[in-house]
């Protein structure tokens, strides 16, 4: 910024394996978002190196980001970040048209995408039509419409009520449950406590990384002494 240097992250160093469910929380300007761009190659570390699936991401040009973008990852923000004029269908699209794939293919593929976030009968309405959790559920449509392995999504109940926010979490922890690395940020605790992993940021730094059981696993009481153990 003009002569100022500002560190948003430090010496930060973090293993995260396929299929994981990884909450990022901390207060606001510690680096989450920074975290998030590094790792859905946005942006490039200054120094460091980011690895991702084996292979050395953080010297790469814009061309090759984007590719790797454009495979691997899918992102789902706050604001939704639809584009207005243009229906559900549309928008969920959008990354095939990139991508360079056929007008059939991009129609049906938008449409299955469309139907697994329970959206099939709302394919032709716009944002302007829809509620907080359906423009969210679209853009999750959006982010999973290349078939990504890695889910990143920056506070993305952060506009939505509770129990909205809820349903969104459990769309996410569907796609987990699917396979998907899910890396997501966010301010509340209810919200974290679907993942299986939550890293704590501080000024740039990770101060904590702690495994977690899940809200809604079975916990089981009375187990047979013969049973599973209890997790
Ligand atoms: N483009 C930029 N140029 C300069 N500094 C930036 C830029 N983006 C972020 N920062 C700074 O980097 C630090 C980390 O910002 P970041 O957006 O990652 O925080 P955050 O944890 O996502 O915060 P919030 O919870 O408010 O979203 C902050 O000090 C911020 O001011
Ligand atoms: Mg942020």
Do not use: W
Not at 151 to 165: F, Y
Not at 190 to 210: C, H, N, P, Q, S
């Amino acid at each position: 910024m003009g002569s100022q240097v500002v560190h948003a992250l430090k010496e930060l160093t973090v293993d995260i394996t396929h299929g994981e469910f990884v909450a990022i929380m901390g207060p606001s300007g510690s680096g989450k978002s920074t975290c998030m761009h590094v790792l859905g190659c946005l942006d490039t570390p200054t120094s460091g190196e980011y690895q991702l699936d084996g292979e050395d991401v953080s010297r790469l040009g814009r061309d090759d980001l984007a590719r790797i973008r454009r495979h691997k990852v899918g992102f789902v923000f706050q604001a939704f970040n639809l584009m207005a004029g243009a229906t559900a269908q549309a928008n969920v699209e959008l990354p095939l048209l990139y991508s360079g794939e056929p007008r059939v293919e991009r129609a049906e593929k938008a449409a299955r995408a469309l139907d697994a976030v329970g959206l099939a009968d709302r394919r032709h309405h716009l944002p302007t039509q829809l509620s907080g959790g359906e423009m969210q559920r679209v853009a999750i449509a959006r982010a999973i419409v290349n078939d990504p392995g890695i889910v990143l999504a920056d506070e993305p109940t952060g506009a939505l009520d509770s129990v909205t926010g809820g349903e969104i979490m459990a769309l996410l922890d569907d796609l987990n449950g699917r396979g998907m690395t899910v890396i997501l940020v966010t301010h509340e605790r209810d919200v974290a406590r679907y993942a299986r992993r939550v890293l704590t940021f501080r000024d740039g730094r990770l101060i904590t990384d702690e495994a977690q059981g899940r809200a809604g696993d079975a916990v089981t009481v009375n187990a047979p002494e013969s049973g599973p153990s209890l997790e």
